[in-house]
């Protein structure tokens, strides 16, 4: 849970939410906003779609869904993102890796809109649209889903509640003010509640699973918005070996269906899903391809796994 | 009285709903204002039979002061010199051979507040009389209630004038009783004989209304507009650097007067930039209508010497009475253990609060009882010894104390030094001549005219309705 | 600058007694009863009288009845009215006051007459300051008994600064001279001078009369007068700039005051401290109550007060917000809104103790002698010392801060625990004592904010009410957490009123501050100094 | 409507409707019938406490707006008296112009007016004579206010303390600009005296019976409306807003709108109160624009209890009913008492009263 729940949850009193692990951080305060907003003057001067040639040469021979072309982003001069491409294809398990600072995060950001990029752009396949024009819902509602790092699922609200908001469909004020529940609904709903395991959890309010479960829940949420793009952040840390074991099969079984990434440091972890590997350092592709031969670069020895 | 409840929802409902056919434009809400009218005329007449006055209890008799909020400053005094005097007259038998018991409210500086409790002391608490409100916010506020349930009220304070009610009596001055005076003081060879004028003050009504006065009378008496400067600040300013700078600019080789009706609390800086800048009241003297020994106490004073203010009453002034009156109230501080009991000084509300309440008690004694149609009556024909040394009467006609004015130095220890006063009382003009719309109106409250605010008597002939 | 200010009063005071016994050499009679005649004209009389003599005597005689510290016996002598009731013969020999003393009423009419008149007796005086000031007092107004006086004076006078103020005090009888000669010098010397205090003058012979004929007749002195109206006014407009610059610095250094303890307990704390104003009203009644005492204890010394307060004020405050933070705030640390109500309701309990303590009345805040006044820079515009003094009481205060922040151990913790209390926890560090401590030098900071603001308002109970949402709106703009940002903010903030203050008039002005604070806070919501990227997110 | 359709939560529970009924029926009649007794019986109500309980009730429907802002979607807004204000102004607007030539001046402007030496009515007063307008008007222009003004914030994701803080300088701006005088709302001393609303006099007792009803049937409407909103889906998203703002973009909500639209709501709710309580105070003037009275706002939310839709009017009416007593009662001990009970229940009682209620219950 981030901060800012703590400081927009008006009351909620410690008996709350006992799993809450967020109370031990309390004296912060979140930023005005969560990140700076490039200025919407230099994003006016930059194309709504992206060039034919670029999204040819990007597609032009695979199965390719995602593309971030070119992306640069800095924060007061640090450079988090340099000139960074790459091409995700369909239904593929990626595993994006790299040592701390290398811009994982940041390039998670700049796929749902988070951060605006200072230059390049990300488009889904079959509409050239730049991503990086759209706010975070409307990316959202284009299928590229986020799991965050620590679960973020809806305390207050329990597991039922918290998949029925995520449910695709018309997403506006009046029609959630007037929307109700059909029978088709309920019916998908239940059936990701078996896909991760929390029938029997339905009713329970989400504050009160455990870690794991929850990371679960967040999971099923994502499937509930039948995402083209899963983005994963680290889903792994902090679980139990049972729980991870759990977890690499849950992913393993999502790919396929839909495009997955993964974020991750535990190379163990990252060993038993990936198939494609792609290594991050100083902003930019290091290394790309299966576990064995990013193991073996030695660019990737130097900076990455040598240190480690 | 159900059934014409459940119209005038039904009514109001419809209003909301069907708006087309509503009494809203301008012609229409003439047969409504009639019945208004008549409805008032009705519910007056039901609520005359005025409080429950059992003969023998104590006599309630309202104060409605802050007693906190941004008021309490000025506001605290008044209440405790109003306790002050009653506890006087009933060491001396009381009114009626009743004693007078205080109901003190605070209505916290908030205007809709003083509305409230003033509906309240009447209503509940069945009070004779009322003395209280400071700003001319309060009692806009509460005059609507005194007017509508008949009650009686006293305001002590100098206030814009351009009022007139059947049910206040206004102890305090208007504005050819203070302002005038001092700016035709300052215009005097005496004065400095100034030439150009700028008029200070906080941006509400009774500076706005002063001013508005004030630069009537200025045009009459010569002075280009282009010698006039008018500056107002928000409540509560605090830095006057620019504007004193702005003064020091206008005033450069003409002799110069500030007319300053700056409010509470932004005094204190005002007087102190004023000081630091340089400027002296042999140079640019300013005259401050709210400014009296009270505020004074708050800011140090000796670099403000000869600056003046214009008032009805100083406690400085040499008089018997007035002696009286300060040895007892501070006498009164310190038995009731009041904070700085020992430093307490006196000022012109106070002044009025207490002739107020003592012409309350003898047209009440006159009267023979404390039905308020009959207390109102008797209270314009009474005359007040008043602390300043003068013989002061109620106007009947206008509901106007007369009084005296003058014009005072500060001193360096917080006093004032009396430099000019009028011979006797003058008589408060309710309605200023130099405001044109006001000019034709008349305040007479005496029958048959009884009307504080027309251009005709109200009754030509006996008993005919014949109102303009 | 306080040693300055002592030095300058040292010398003040040298000077005056040298005066004085020079005064008191001289023996000669001199009846002052007539300057207690109860009509005014008799009064002037009298006055004429004394100023008549042209001696030191007449001078001090006048000067303190100026001051309202002459009294005078019942044979007439003169006495000089001291501290602690004891009265001093201005007249030699003439022994012990006879009762009943009397003092001479002075009102603006005298004074009038009174300032001029010390002014041209000490033209003499062998003393370069108080012939300045005389000469200064001289240029004010035309005067034109007195010029043959400072006619003679200026020919025998060395000093240029004092020459030119007496030239001045001539031009302005020399205007309306029959001499085209003198005319023209007089505005040569007005010219030179380029004071606003002229322009009337100069306004009035470039008037034609009602035939449309120029009142001066001569086109050269029309010429020179244009050209002295010019340079006053071009002169004038540059000063009320500097003037405009120098307020928009000092309502930013009060602003900074005010702001700099919620800087501490806003922005490092995330305490959203709306008793704020009011531990600012405690440090001013700490200083007053240090006044109190001084008066009290040691009259002699009343004016080092101040100095004094300065540690009192950040102690009284200190300890209020100590307080405040053990008892209520330590329960609700990471609930920023509940600090919010909680603190609102302590304002009210703390508003209303200081109202039962001290009285609903404003008190009295003198400010000591060497704060009081100020010096004229630039014709039209004075540095108060007292403005000054607020500016660099800021700069001390600021420094303190950051020395207290960057320098010190506990600094050191105060940093840590707000980056990272777990971490800082783990090291061992007591991270609630750290917290009491913080808010308690926030608060003491905010007392020393109340030191400031008292030498330039009011002191009531309502003081803290009217500082409280400016102090937020500078934290704000100046971005959280960030000493720099609080700075820019509270300059900004200042500089932008007081340029706006006398285009869009003080209430107008007010708004579009607001207006504008609102919209920047759109642009950049993190303030001017906001740190960016992820850092910001990770706080 | 099928029946595999359902709304996912009902307004109110069957019983609660009942409840619900028979609690607004109550307050709706009771003060008016116990005022129309003879004043000898013992139950009769005196005349004041009606005026009284209908200003309560606007207040409490104050806070019902409030607390579906801030009990719900987190946010605390201290500048809500800025939306009363004007909705109570433009209601002012209306009754000041139905006074008709009966004001002091006998003029057909309003006395401030003729006071300030102006030859005409402003542009914005023209259409005040009409009085469906003013009403529209009361509910509109706060709203609009806090669509653009939201529009702004929200779109620059500014929020928690930093919204706070600066609704708090929007209320603080709008109470400097009401006190202009050049403003043409009657400046410090604002609007009042006045005589009629609608063409019924306002002190007859028909006319103060009728504005408490409507009060009294506002505040249940304004518990309905907000009911209807906190039970809805959008009502779960402004909550999951509340708890992970961040979560609720990632599935595809845009927070933005539905802050803006709670916000705006909250707004026109806040109008409509303010429309009701000026002719029932007899006065509005830019004090009510005071930044502490909108904090008061949250303080009766805070005190009854967030995210409770009856906690928030409950407040509303204990804190100022204590206000009315002790400034009577205890007049120097008041500002104790106010200050004391915000301590304590942020301290111990953090979700009010309501919270302590329920869980002494249990």
Known sequence: MSEEAQVLAPSSPPSDSPADDSRKTPRSLPPAAESPRRSSFSLLLRPLTVEKSRYDALTHGRKALLCVDDISVSFDGFKALNNLTLVLDEGELRCIIGPNGAGKTTLMDVITGKTKPDSGSVFLVGDATDLTHLSEHEIAQRGVCRKFQRPTVFQGHSVFENLELALPGEKGVFQSLFARLSGKQREAIERILETIGLTDQAATRAGLLSHGQKQWLEIGMLLAQEPRVLLVDEPVAGMTHQETERTAELLNSLAGERTVVVVEHDMEFVRSIAKTVTVLHEGSVLSEGSMDTVQNDPKVIEVYLGES | ?468 | MMQLFRALLVALVAVTLAFVREARADSTVLDASGLCATEGTDVARAVEQIAARRDALAARVLSAMLDGDLRVDASGAPFLAQRGDTYQALLAGSGAAKPPLRTPVVDNQLRRQLEPAIAGLRLSVADDDIRLSAAEDLAKHRNDELAPLVRKALQSEKNAKIREKLSLALAQVDLSSDDKQKRLGALAAIKSAADATFKPDLERLLLKDEHGVFREADADVRRAAASALGSIDSRVMLYSMVGNLFYGLSLGSVLLLAALGLAITFGLMRVINMAHGELLMIGAYATYAVEKFFQAHFPAHEDLYLIFAVPAAFCAAGAVGLLIERTVLRFLYGRPLETLLATWGISLMLIQTVRLIFGAQNVTVANPQWLAGGVEVLPGFVLTYSRVAVILFSGVVVAFVWFMLQRTPLGLHVRAVTQNRDMAAGMGISTRRVDSWTFAIGSGVAGLGGVALSQLGNVGPELGQGYIVDSFMVVVLGGVGKLSGTLAGAFGLGIANKLLEPAAGAVLGKIAILGFIILFIQRRPQGIFALKGRAAEVT | MSAALTRLEPVLPKRGWAAFGAVALLSILLVPALNSLSPSSALHLPDYLVTLFGKFLCYATVAIAMDLLWGYAGILSLGHGVFFAIGGYAMGMCLMRAIGEAGVYRSKLPDFMVFLDWKELPWFWRPMDNFAFALVAALAVPGLLAYGFGFLAFRSRIRGVYFSIITQALTFAMMLLFFRNETGLGGNNGLTDFKQIYGYPLHAAGTKHALYMLSAAGLCAAFLICRFVTTSKAGRVLRSIRDQESRVMFLGYDPTRFKLFVYTLSAVICGFAGALYVPQVGIINPSELQPSNSIEMAIWVAVGGRGSLIGAPLGAFVVNGAKSWFTVALPNAWLYILGLLFVAVTLFFPRGLVGALSRIRK
């Open chain 2, 1 to 468: 009285m159900k059934t014409r409840t459940a119209t005038i929802l039904l009514s109001l409902l419809g209003a909301i709903t069907g708006a087309c056919k509503g009494p809203g434009s301008e012609a229409a809400p003439a047969a409504p204002a009639e019945s208004a009218k008549a409805a008032a005329a009705t519910s007056a007449a039901a609520a005359a039979p005025a409080p429950k006055a059992d003969d023998t209890g104590p006599i309630k008799v309202g104060i409605l002061h802050s007693l906190s909020g941004t008021m309490a400053i000025s506001e605290t005094s008044l209440k405790d010199v109003a306790l002050m005097t009653i506890e006087k007259i009933n060491a001396a038998g009381g009114v009626l051979h009743r004693k007078l018991e205080p109901v003190v409210v605070d209505p916290a500086s908030n205007w809709p507040l003083f509305a409230e409790k003033a509906r309240e002391l009447i209503q509940k608490e069945h009070v004779s009389v009322v003395f209280g409100c400071w700003t001319s916010v309060s009692r806009k506020s509460v005059l609507p209630v005194f007017e509508e349930l008949n009650g009686l009220l006293f305001y002590p304070v100098q206030y814009e004038g351009e009022e007139s009610s059947y049910n206040v009596f206004y102890t305090g001055a208007a504005p050819n009783q203070q302002a005038i005076p001092a700016v035709e003081y300052l215009m005097s060879a005496k004065g400095g004989g100034a030439k150009k004028w700028v008029l200070l003050g906080t941006d509400y009504v009774y500076p706005r209304t002063t001013n508005k006065i004030l630069n009537y009378f200025l045009k009459s008496k010569g002075v280009p507009e282009s010698n006039i400067m008018e500056k107002y600040t928000p409540f509560g300013h605090s830095d006057y650097q620019t504007i004193v700078a702005d003064v020091k600019k206008f005033a450069a080789g003409t002799p110069t007067a500030v007319v300053s009706t700056i409010n509470g609390d932004s005094n204190v800086p005002f007087y102190k930039e004023l000081a630091n800048q340089g400027l002296k009241a042999s140079d640019i003297p300013v005259v401050a209508f709210s400014v009296g020994e009270e505020e004074l106490r708050g800011i140090d004073t000796k670099p403000l010497v000869g600056h003046l203010a214009a008032w009805n009453y100083f406690m400085s002034i040499d008089t018997p009475e007035n002696k009286k009156f300060i040895a007892d109230w501070k006498e009164y501080a310190k038995a009731k253990n009041l904070p700085d009991a020992d430093k307490r000084v006196t000022n012109d509300p106070m002044e009025a609060t207490y002739i107020g309440i003592k012409m309350w008690a003898q047209a009440a004694e006159q009267a023979g009882t404390t039905d308020i149609n009959a207390v109102r009556q008797a209270i314009g024909y009474q005359t007040v010894r008043s602390p300043s040394g003068f013989t002061i009467p109620m106007d009947a006609k206008n509901h106007h104390l007369h009084k005296p004015v003058f014009i005072a130095e500060i001193k360096a220890d917080g006093q004032f030094q009396v430099v000019w006063k009028t011979e006797g009382p003058i008589r408060a003009q309710a309605w200023s001549p130099f405001i044109p719309e006001s000019s034709k109106k008349i305040a007479d409250w005496t029958f048959p005219w009884a009307c504080g605010n027309c251009t005709e008597p109200k009754f030509k002939t006996e008993g005919a309705v014949a109102e303009k």
